[in-house]
């Protein structure tokens, strides 16, 4: 697929104007184009709700554009409770879907009126001394072995830390059941970031089997399913990328299979994406400002591994447009780098891209979700600015930039010589 920026070198000259480099964009066109067929792909089940996942982009501009959009948030954290409260949701328009969990994060979720989705058995107690179990309650599920798609290993859930094993769920829904609890929901997340349209049907084959186990064998009322994240989206240009009609309709045609004869058709269809849902609406704009020539070639820019690490991290590709060099033969070779003393701060090795000079805005793709979030402060170095990109290309900054006085807020620096 080719990548195409969602911002002119002349946008970036003026938000740079305003907003110095680095900073996110957001395409909020975009990512309401995004939301409306995620939404029309699940039409066919009456209780569908994405739940976005909030550690991907976690900004209250963001959140309230979700809401705006009809979709709920999935929660992990105190934090993330908090972001979800100040965007406006509440009750089950939140998932809280957490792991080793600390009492004040459950506390909270619970006095929001969250839908609570505990990870393991030994959190049935912990939540219900706590809280108290309510009315509808999800559970986390770890089915073990490897998760293959079409013959190729996916994934290691059985080295996960996350969910319950089979005997698990079935002996909490009892214990449940038997304290009150009268609706549950069922919940995995087994492969991040899947490129096909294969990775939520067979999920949703898994779960619901499971859940109509349940049914069965406890007589417990199934009332969602959450099949989480994991749909990913195409870093590469050369990579498709995932449909999500078909996605939809492979788990319709699951739904008709496994719930419709058994008389479940009432089951609500969660899920909790993040990255499908912000990923490629969001990018890295940050300015060359160096250019050095040893043993390769390299271009230094103003923004680091701390403004997205990814490529640091894990070593991802993640596509990179020279604004207003768009048709430019790629005659160069580059490592485009940041200045962390670090050497796996670079963003690109060996990228051929058009002839790079000082000045030139580097347009860094596929940032939206799992970009900013990650940042850190390694060396000092401060994380950038968001800006909301408007369909009419007007912009608004939705975070400033951090400054120094950010950075040593948790000190106390009385009987210090600081400035
Ligand atoms: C990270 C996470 C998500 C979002 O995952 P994506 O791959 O970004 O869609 C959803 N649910 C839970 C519980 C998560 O931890």
Request: proline residues 4%; contains cysteine.
């Amino acid at each position: 697929m080719k990548k195409t920026p969602f911002i002119s070198r002349q946008l970036a000259e003026a938000i740079d104007a305003k907003i110095p480099t680095p900073f996110y964009v957001y395409d909020e066109a975009g990512i309401v184009r995004n939301i409306e067929n995620i939404k029309s792909a699940f039409s066919w089940n009456s209780g569908f709700k994405e739940y976005f996942a909030v550690k991907a982009t976690p900004n209250p501009f963001i959140l309230k554009l979700m809401k705006e959009n009809g979709l709920g948030v999935d929660c992990s954290s105190l934090t993330e409770l908090m972001l979800a409260e100040a965007a406006g949701f509440s009750g089950d328009d939140i998932m809280f879907s957490s792991n080793e969990t600390p009492a004040e994060d459950y506390v909270l979720a619970d006095r929001l009126g969250a839908i609570v989705n505990l990870d393991d058995i030994t959190h049935v107690d912990f939540f219900d001394s706590l809280c108290g179990l309510k009315e509808t309650m999800s559970l986390r599920y770890n089915p073990g072995g490897v998760f293959t798609v079409s013959n190729s290993i996916m994934d290691n859930p059985q080295d996960a830390k996350y969910g319950m094993t089979g005997d698990q769920i079935f002996e909490a829904v009892k214990i449940m059941m038997d304290r009150g609890v009268k609706h549950f929901g069922i919940h995995s997340f087994l492969v991040s970031n899947t490129v096909t349209n294969d990775y939520y049907p067979m999920l949703a084959r898994q779960l619901f089997d499971l859940a109509a186990k349940i049914s069965e064998k406890t007589g417990a009322h199934i009332a969602f399913v959450n099949l989480s994240g994991g749909v990913g989206i195409p870093y590469l240009p050369d990579q498709d990328a995932n449909d999500i009609f078909a996605i939809g309709d492979g788990v319709r045609k699951v739904y008709e299979e496994v719930f419709i004869p058994r008389g479940m058709g009432d089951v609500a269809i969660y899920t909790e994406m993040g990255r499908y849902v912000m990923g490629p609406y969001g990018a890295l704009v940050t300015k060359a400002i160096h250019e050095k020539h040893i043993y390769k070639e390299y271009i230094g820019v103003d923004a680091c591994a701390v403004n997205l690490m990814r490529p640091a991290m894990y070593g991802s590709y993640h596509h990179v447009t020279v604004l207003g060099k768009e048709d430019e033969p790629c005659t160069c070779t580059y490592d485009i780098v940041g200045g962390l003393c670090e050497n796996n701060d670079k963003f690109a090795i060996d990228r051929k891209l058009p002839k790079i000079e000082k000045g030139d805005y580097l347009f860094i793709h596929d940032a939206g979700a799992h970009g900013f979030s990650m940042g850190y402060n390694y060396n000092g170095k401060l994380r950038s600015a968001e800006v909301m990109v408007h369909p009419d290309q007007s912009f608004d900054m939705i975070r400033r930039a951090e400054t120094p006085k950010d950075y040593f807020a948790t000190f106390d620096f009385s009987g210090f010589n600081l400035g």
